[in-house]
């Protein structure tokens, strides 16, 4: 075993499934010598969410990230055993659907997961009886088989890395309650507990349900919300007499009635998600040593449990003959969009957290971290959903926290559309033009708190006399026909987009030019009124954003980024020196895109600048008047038409608007939602970060090099981005589908024969080219021009073609004309 290295000081706050998988990998990666984990429990059953935790590890998910911390959570814990006890029983996991809808979403769900690389098999009616014996066979329809999935012995597996984490250094202190979190000038240097203090340079935070009371020692605000969840185990089952092992059917989900269930001996764990959801403030939670038995223990409410146990003894007859011996209520975290919580506090450097992190995939978040920690990014695991700083500000409130984190306990087995609305609390953010918006009818989705119309109603007589394909059952959900016809009057007349939402950063001061070249792939330090679109990487040479930067004037720049973590990567680069502000202007300005054929015609007779293609051209911005209102306009198109984004106050947006519609409508203008913009923006062959591309992707491999200026000094990520030039090994490639009803929606597989080699991103139909559109991630010798391919969309697999990029205006003359 390798000497332990002198490293900076961790203090890992709790030693639940995550902080003591954390300590053990972080142990293993760095080698550092100075780990300490404490915790107010005693060890290894430290009281929390992992010492009552059933258990089950299923691997498919709708997001490939968690999809992979569970792949990894299930190959570790099956190496790891206490005394020669596993840590992980690898009995397989069966999904069950007694509805036909919830069939067609197995078949989604087996997309997803093979999509990733593992094995998983749809079962008929009879197999699934086959494979768990216990099912009523008149009630299933069809399941969904993961041979890796099991059962996590999760206190064992703490204790098993405690122990390794122990052999290579680690301390490890039960009992100790944390105090308090010290900072000095803006830095963690330490924890206080009930036993003294202990020095630090990073703290991580992996408190589980105490989660945001450690977070608020710091002044961070962390989004968890603690649910009480049942699980009742039943007394001995007669079918299960004799059984000597602790598990061999299956773990079993059947979603339609919110339930899972698992084997121990001759009983079943029945855990349901079908009940009221039961908040329970962290600060409300009692201390071990408070409590009477573990705290993060609720009394069971049996009337709460009275439909999960109807429904047991309905489709597990064998239940019948037993009865519910024992239950309880345990808390679990959820956050406000189901994703875990990971990173670094932008109020206190040094102080990170893993929270919202259930058993399922703690052995990967833990691997993820210690990267993140050890490296200053994560190779392994693509972490920007999962970055603590994604959140806006509102979405940090206390009731938005409580109402979305019960929103997403109800939905756990839901079956979720890609474009279903966001529940209470809305309408939240709306944009100036928002009364006008209503007054054309319009269908809002929410994005980022914002109301963004999808379409409107007020344009649906344009349908008439246009050939609009009907997409299938699926994604015609939240789509109208009114979608088609926006988009192709975009292109054949002048739109007004709504792009408020887009949010804004204003970053100023004399040393705002050298700040945004170190951090740009392109390059910005131009003339005043030009504009790139550039990226942004990590050391590693991913992409950590794609934006727009505007010189605006000598010492001012406007920075199109895709939300708060841009904002926060800004932040953290700043200079001491104060040469450099970065601020969030989102909230004060708003935006229309107005584009079209005919968008000069709107907008000269109406602005005191010169519009024309030489007075303002392709990529450069510059101040003017509309009517009496001033603007910053910029001309480029995320749709691929000639136009303008004019920017203004948000005071003064209204009026921006109508005067823009007044001299667009008699023109035959129209108003147009995010549902056209989409279709148009992939015609174009026009990126997506987050959906097309994220930190786990290179500019190389996303279609994206020519943002890329390997000639500059230098920038953020260079090093390592010349080291991939050479080695492209997958590529973002544009797909197209003949069959005008078979429009798929993103995260689909997509097949070589049989063999599942890529997935889709973003996808719809094209109403110009009139082909469905889907970009995937392929192996690169697959991304040629030409080539055939399938995609498989439930139980179907839609014929596709690679095809050559852009499928619109390849001239690029509609945009520079």
Known sequence: ??????????????????????????????????????????LPATGGSSSHAPGLVFQVNS???????????????????????????????????????????????????????????????DECVESHPLLDRAQVLGGLLVPTDGIAKAVLAVEAQIRRATERGVRFLARHEVLDVVRHEGRVTGVVTDQGEIPADIVVCCAGIWGPKIARMVGMNLPLTPLAHQLAWTGPVPA???????????????????????????????GYYGHRPMPVAADDILAVDEADGMPSVMKFTEDDFAEAWTQTRSLLPATRDAKIEEGINGLFSFTTDGLPLLGESPQARGFWVAEAVWVTHSAGVARAVAEWLVDGYCSSFDLHECDVNRFEPHQLAPEYVLARGCRNFEEVYDILHPLQPAGAPRPLRTSPFYARQQEHGAFFLEANGWERPQWYEANAPLVDGRSLPVPNDWAARYWSPIVGAEAQLTRETVALYDMTALKRLEVTGRGAAAFLERLCTGKVDKSVGSVTYTLLLDEDGGIRSDVTVA????????????????????????????????RDITA???????????????????????????????????SAHIGSVPVTAMRLSYVGELGWELYTTADLGLKLWDTLWAAARPLGGIVAGRGAFNSLRLEKGYRSFGTDMTYAHDPYEAGLGFAVKLDKPDFLGKAALERRLADVRRRLTCLTIDDPAAVVMGKEPVYDGERAVGYVTSAAYGYTIGKGIAYAWLPA????????????????????RVADEPLFDASMSRLRG
């Open 1 to 42: 075993m390798a000497e332990p290295q002198a490293g900076p000081r961790v203090v890992i706050i709790g030693a639940g499934v995550v902080g003591a998988a954390l300590a053990d990998e972080l142990s293993a990666k760095a080698g550092w010598s100075g780990i300490t984990v404490v915790d107010q429990g005693p």
């Open 63 to 125: 997001s490939r990230t968690m999809t992979e911390f569970a792949r990894y959570t299930v190959e570790k814990f099956c190496e790891l055993d206490v005394a020669g006890q596993p840590c992980f029983l690898q009995v397989g996991g069966l999904e069950v659907a007694t509805t036909q809808e919830r069939l067609a979403e197995l078949h989604r769900r087996h997309g997803w997961i093979s999509s990733c690389g593992i094995e998983a098999r749809l079962l008929s009616a």
């Open 240 to 270: 299960l007499a004799g059984q000597s092992e602790e598990a061999v059917r299956p773990i079993l989900r059947h979603q339609d009635a919110d339930l899972y269930y698992r084997d121990r001996f001759d009983r079943l764990g029945i």
């Open 551 to 582: 010189r605006l004037g000598r010492d001012l720049f406007q920075i199109g980024v895709n939300g708060n973590l841009d904002l926060v990567w800004f932040t953290r680069y700043l200079p001491d020196d104060g040469s450099v502000a970065v």
């Open 588 to 622: 004060g300005t708003c935006c229309i895109g107005l584009w079209g054929p005919l968008a000069r015609q709107v907008l000269q007779p109406l602005a005191d600048a010169d519009f024309s293609a030489d007075g303002l051209k392709y990529f450069r911005a510059m």
């Open 781 to 800: 010798e697959l991304a040629t021009a030409g080539r055939a391919l399938h995609i498989g969309y439930f139980d179907q697999r839609v014929d596709a």
